[in-house]
């Protein structure tokens, strides 16, 4: 077994500094760990103490009758250090530091988490500055956190990876409450060794667990995890991740709580959906999707029927499933045959209010099968309302017979704050939430296809090219080598040279100030469109003259373009990310590119079928097929240019820091696209 293996199915423990006081924080994980059951040995170690909660208690690590599985260590951050030491020389295979005070701290606690990096040897760490792990299936609780004072802890198809071991905690607690289950909850911390991708690729060859929420603040090694993620995906596990750091100031907590890059929250989207990974918005969804997952039921559609037998609650689901993209068709014809004969009216609509019915058992069973076995739909929302609580049994066996009649998804809304009835119908597999936007949430994930984008290839070794930035018409040529043409233009030194170039562009040119070192030409007067062929020679002295002012130093020439006037604008961006690798940016482009930000993110490795769905993405796509008598667009070339860019990230790797486009002008159907503008960046 490897250390990781051993950690989260010890058959020994050795608990260093234990306290034979249950009520310090010390004294809790002895008794946690036999009041729930673990049957392994268990080896407190504490030089003032014989006994702890009846066990025989060790003087130092050197005198166990043994090499312990796992140890966890109490101990304050002055001395975790030496009993890592002696762990690794008993021949522990992994060890558990509690302790704060190490590179979350910042200054020396870098220095001194380093020191127990070191001290830990080949030992497996899980730590600094976690609450441990708990590992319900096999009744393995590693962990001094309060939530485990709760008696019954029920082991389930869930496991919680988290960063923050408060987390852990919080989920688990909420999770007891709920009648959700856990296979096992790792607290990683500060990730001196084992980090959140360690746990997923261990989780993806776990046979108790089905599904896997993340708690992220940042990550160490996203390639590790990239691979870990899909590892999970091929054995058929989902995952749900809620990422810490969306706003500035998240992301500022974050990094100080436990030193993880936070990174660019639009690149984890990206990542998250190139992965397959449903991204949690609230807080509180990472356990209700993870709950709607563990049922391994998949929506083939978007299409809901809601069952209610009070009209406020149903309108209140319907609102909510609409918001969400659903739809709430009326029932098909034989449906509504079947709907009839039970409840004595014609059955027309949806929701369907069975108040006037009246809720017995056959026509509450018999609505649920007959909306479950409807081509019409593809899952059923049943509303449990306020008469459940004089017959909780009512709803919940009906809604659990219903469960069993096919494979639809199948989720419960409770109207009334009834959270025993919504933690029974959760242990029986069945989602169920008090808030109708939880419910949207829940099927929202149940009907996302997975998805998972190949892992890349590797990089081809980068052109001889220059460092820095490149001016426009350097940035075109490089461009121009991964097949994205550019607007027909000269670079030229003087403004005479710009008036010769011009003759042959039109009637009228662009003409801009070309330089290294001006990314927003306009804003220093570095552009003008329009500029008759008569007048570029002035105007090519004027534009020099006022960007050497406004600017500060002098252009190194100008650029003459010819002027598009057909095609619909679009920016093309490339951005490396130093911890997630490279990202494409497609976007409605133009002057206003970053006023209206309708840009789609993905990170390479693209395919066709990508950048097609990063297109489908922005509000204004239906400019570019047709929009109101428009002509239809070059779309195919469109998307030829997206994956040319991916193509040239691959290619240049690090070396390649930032290149955008903007405008693309994307042309009528047939014509290609072309650079108006470019500009990129180069390591």
């Known amino acids: 077994m490897s250390g990781l293996d051993r950690l989260l199915r010890p058959q020994s423990v050795a608990v260093i500094g234990a306290s034979a006081d249950v009520t310090r924080t010390t004294g809790r994980p002895v008794g946690y760990l036999q009041r729930h059951g673990f049957g392994g040995a268990i080896w407190p170690v504490n030089p003032r103490v014989q006994q702890v909660a009846g066990l025989p208690c060790f003087p130092d690590v050197a005198n166990l009758p043994g090499a312990p599985d796992v140890g966890i260590v109490l101990l304050a951050a ?50 600094p500055n976690t609450i441990g792990l708990v590992n319900l299936t096999d009744r393995v609780v590693l962990s001094a956190s309060g939530a485990l004072e709760v008696e019954d802890l029920a082991a389930g198809r869930i496991a919680l990876v988290s960063q923050s071991g408060g987390i852990l905690g919080a989920v688990l607690s909420r999770g007891a409450a709920q009648g959700i289950g856990f296979s096992s909850l790792v607290a990683t911390g500060n990730e001196a060794d084992i980090d959140v991708a360690d746990v997923l ?9 089905d599904v896997v929420a993340l708690y992220v603040e940042g990550l160490r090694r996203p390639d590790a995890f990239r691979a870990a993620a899909r590892k999970a995906a091929s054995a058929g596990k989902r995952i749900v991740a809620y990422k810490v750091g969306r706003s500035e100031a998240g992301a500022q907590a974050a990094i100080s709580h436990t030193g993880a890059l936070a990174g660019a929250d639009r690149l984890y989207d990206a990542l998250f959906r190139q992965l397959g990974i449903v991204r949690a918005e609230r807080f509180a969804d990472l356990l209700d999707i993870a709950a709607a997952l563990a049922t391994r039921r998949v929506a083939k559609g978007r299409r809901v029927a809601v069952l209610t037998s009070t009209g406020g609650a149903g309108a209140l689901l319907a609102d909510s499933f609409g918001l969400a993209g659903f739809t709430l068709p009326p029932p098909d014809a034989a449906t509504a045959e079947r709907l009839g004969a039970l409840t004595g009216e014609a059955a027309v609509a949806n929701p369907l209010d069975l108040t006037l019915a009246g809720l017995k058992p056959e026509v509450l069973n018999g609505a649920i099968a007959a909306l479950l076995d409807s081509p019409s739909y593809d899952a059923l929302a049943v509303v449990v309302g306020s008469s459940a609580l004089a017959q909780p049994r009512l709803a919940a066996d009906a809604i659990a017979a219903g469960q069993a009649l096919g494979d ?67 940035s075109k040529a490089l461009f121009a080598r991964f097949g994205i043409t550019p607007v027909r233009e000269v670079a030229c030194a003087t403004p005479e040279e710009a008036a010769a170039a011009a003759v042959g562009l039109g009637e009228t040119v662009v003409l801009k100030a070309l330089s290294r070192h001006l990314a927003h030409k306009s804003d220093v007067g570095g552009v003008r469109l329009g500029v008759p062929v008569a007048e570029v020679a002035a105007e090519g ?3 020099l003259a006022r960007v050497t002012v406004a600017a500060g130093r002098a252009p190194d020439g100008l650029l003459v373009q010819e002027q598009l006037r057909d095609g619909v604008e679009v920016i093309l961006g490339l951005q490396r990310d130093p911890l997630l690798g ?37 509000r204004g796509a239906p400019l570019l097929r047709g929009f109101r008598g428009r002509p239809r667009a070059d779309v195919p070339a469109l998307i030829d240019a997206v994956l040319a860019f991916a193509a040239m990230g691959e290619a240049l790797g690090a070396r390649l820091v930032t290149a955008e486009i903007n405008p693309l002008f ?18």
């Open 78 to 127: 002055d001395r975790a250090e030496a009993a890592l030491r002696a762990l690794a020389e008993r021949g522990a295979a992994a060890a558990i530091v509690l302790a704060g005070g190490f590179a979350e701290s910042g200054g020396d606690g870098t220095d001194r988490q380093a020191r127990l990096k070191a001290a830990a040897g080949s030992m497996r760490l899980l730590g």
């Open 201 to 209: 690729h261990h989780l993806a060859d776990d046979p108790a667990t």
């Open 582 to 618: 490279t990202a494409i940016l497609l976007g409605m482009g133009g002057v206003a590119a970053e006023l209206f930000g309708d840009t789609a993110l993905r990170l390479l490795p693209l395919d066709r079928a990508t950048a097609e769905g990063m297109l489908d993405e922005l």
């Open 408 to 474: 639809k998804p199948l989720l419960a809304y409770l109207s009334p704050h009834a959270p025993q009835i919504g933690a029974a119908l959760q242990r029986q597999g069945i989602p169920a939430t008090s808030a109708p936007e939880a419910a949207a949430t829940m099927l929202a994930a149940l009907a996302t296809p997975v998805a998972v984008t190949p892992a890349a290839n590797l990089p081809q070794p980068a052109p001889d090219l220059a460092s820095g930035p490149l001016d426009e018409a350097e």
């Open 541 to 543: 002295a004027a534009m």
């Open 666 to 683: 994307v042309l009528p159907e047939g014509q290609g696209v072309r650079a108006a503008d470019a500009l990129a960046v180069l390591a």
